[in-house]
């Protein structure tokens, strides 16, 4: 049985009446509205829907995949691949993700930028600048984005897979060169500095699929440099087989000794047939099609529950991002929670009751005591207190919490 007590708190809520009187002896209920931890997926199909580009069938299908999406998660990933975000110079795609975070935030899903920086994916426009030139304007890239979406997205991966940035060798790109030039440390200072001036109350991720001693020896590294990192991303696509226990115990080991929270920022197990063990870039495997199997969609969501559960159970761990909600899109693979025709697959079933009732707060009533005070214990969220037709909300986010006070 794991342990979740640490994703509870207790508190005393001190009830009043509009008139700052005591609500003496009376029936409160109070049901919760959502997790103070991050369960969250990349969204990217939502943008079309969000700026209202859809119709028809598309449109239909869309709305399946968002009722899926919101009935699950509280916490979304949007793209900003910069080679995507500015295919050519000065052509941007702001107006389109600022009203895709805006939506986002509407439907009350706490948003993250992905990411900042990033060799892959990097405009091919940046090859005829120099290594300065090319820094100079990855700054500007930033400093530009972070201040543009400040408010609607305050949560950056700000820059991805520093491990194997400065001797990627799949084809040419501006940001391997500066960072073979300037170093990891010296670039992930450099980069960090930049949003962090930008907007210094936004959180801050250092992000990679690199889980040996050469992500934890960099991110020690960047410490010492005084570089501040808010979050430790950690990136675990299963293409090739589900990590269990012992290794997911062995990473979350490793990375605890910063005592830094920690995301699992892109999750991935598949339904269907593994990826071969011989791969050792993923992209690598090109199929025509991937299907997902009954057999494989049952071992799916055992290894989702027993996976989440090891992370949920460790005090550090803070969000978990699951990488493709729906079948088919990176890889071809039958990676996601729904099938093509989406319909939920078992490992969405399995999530929804961890999520939504096993580590959700049961409504519950409550009776004020002379003093207008009730004791309430509930996973730390966001919940909704009612007396008759009057409500109030209130956040019990940090244990360290002992009292509210709420008008009614």
């Not at 990411?115 to 990097?122: E, I, Q, R």
Request: glycine share 6%; charged share 25%; hydrophobic share 35%.
């Amino acid at each position: 049985m794991k342990n979740y007590e640490h994703r509870k708190g207790s508190v005393k809520i001190k009830v009043f009446t509009e008139n700052k009187t005591p609500l003496q002896k009376q029936e409160l209920n109070i049901k919760q509205k959502n997790h103070h931890f991050l369960f969250g997926c990349n969204g990217f199909e939502i943008i079309p829907y969000a700026n209202e580009q859809l119709a028809g069938t598309a449109k239909a299908e869309t709305e399946k995949y968002i009722e899926r999406f919101l009935d699950l998660f509280n916490f979304v990933t949007l793209p900003f691949y910069w080679g995507q975000f500015e295919p050519e110079q000065g052509k941007l795609r702001t107006k389109e993700l600022i009203n895709t975070a805006r939506w986002c935030k509407e439907h009350n899903l706490i948003t993250k930028g992905h990411p900042l920086s990033w060799h892959t994916l990097a405009p091919g426009w940046l090859l005829d600048m120099s290594n300065k030139e090319i820094l100079r304007t990855q700054i500007k890239r930033i400093e530009r984005d972070v201040k543009d979406f400040s408010g609607l997205v305050d949560m950056w991966d700000v820059i991805n897979e520093v491990v194997i940035m400065p001797i990627f060798n799949k084809y040419d790109n501006g940001l391997t060169r500066v960072c073979k030039e300037l170093g990891r440390i010296n670039l992930i200072k450099t980069v960090f500095e930049a949003a962090r001036s930008t907007n210094p109350k936004a959180t801050l991720i250092l992000n990679d699929f690199d889980i040996s001693p050469a992500y934890d020896i960099l991110i020690e590294g960047c410490l010492e440099a005084g570089i501040e990192i808010d979050i430790i991303g950690i990136q675990s696509h299963m293409h090739q087989g589900y990590w269990g226990i012992e290794k997911t115990q062995w990473v979350l080991e490793r990375f605890s000794r910063f005592n830094i929270p920690i995301h699992f920022s892109e999750v991935s197990l598949v339904s269907g047939e593994i990826m071969p063990p011989h791969y050792d870039d993923l992209n690598d495997f090109q199929v025509e099609e991937w299907p997902s199997t009954p057999e494989g969609e049952e071992r799916q969501a055992r290894e989702v529950v027993e996976f989440y559960k090891t992370l949920f159970a460790h005090p550090l761990v803070e969000g978990i991002t699951w990488w493709d909600l729906l079948d088919g899109q990176w890889l071809k693979a039958p990676s996601g929670l729904i099938r093509e025709d989406y319909s939920p697959k078992p490992a969405y079933e399995e999530l929804q009751n961890l999520i939504k009732k096993e580590w959700w707060t049961e409504d519950i009533s409550l009776v004020t005591d002379q003093e207008g005070q009730v004791e309430f214990t509930g996973f730390l969220g966001e919940y909704e207190i009612a007396f008759g037709d009057k409500k109030a909300n209130f956040s019990l986010k940090d244990k360290a919490e002992k009292e509210i006070s709420i008008y009614l």
